[in-house]
């Protein structure tokens, strides 16, 4: 019995990482620029990757299965909001995205002459 509402459970919260997975990658395709993509592929992503590892675990039923994936969650959570908050920040000081797209520049004023940017 609680096999089953385990499996069924994990079938739902797979389709839901699925899901957010799926609006990740919409996001990705539909959104105008690179932070806004990026945005979409941290936050979804995360996510859907973490809801996908949690199904992992649920339908397992496997004490070091579940371990594993409760490690890779954990990962996820850390790695992403990181890897995203520096590709930005590289991005913002080598391409100027200011005259485009951003209507609030907060990190105008932060940088310094030496940078080189604006």
Do not use: W
């Not at 389709?15 to 936050?43: C, E, N, Q």
């Not at 996820?76 to 100027?96: E, G």
């Amino acid at each position: 019995m609680i096999s089953a509402i385990a499996i069924y459970a994990g079938c739902i919260v797979l389709l839901l990482g699925a899901a957010f997975s799926l609006s990740a990658a919409i996001g990705i395709l539909r959104l105008p620029d690179l932070y806004t993509r990026m945005h979409a592929a941290s936050k979804a992503g995360a996510v859907g990757g973490g809801l996908i590892f949690i199904a992992i675990a649920l339908v397992s039923l496997d004490l070091s299965v579940t371990f594993r994936a409760v490690m890779g969650f954990l990962f996820l959570l850390i790695t992403t909001p990181v890897s995203a908050h520096l590709l930005a920040r590289v991005s913002y000081r080598n391409i100027d995205y200011s005259s485009k797209n951003l209507v609030i520049d907060d990190l105008q004023s932060k940088a310094s002459p030496k940078d080189g940017h604006h």
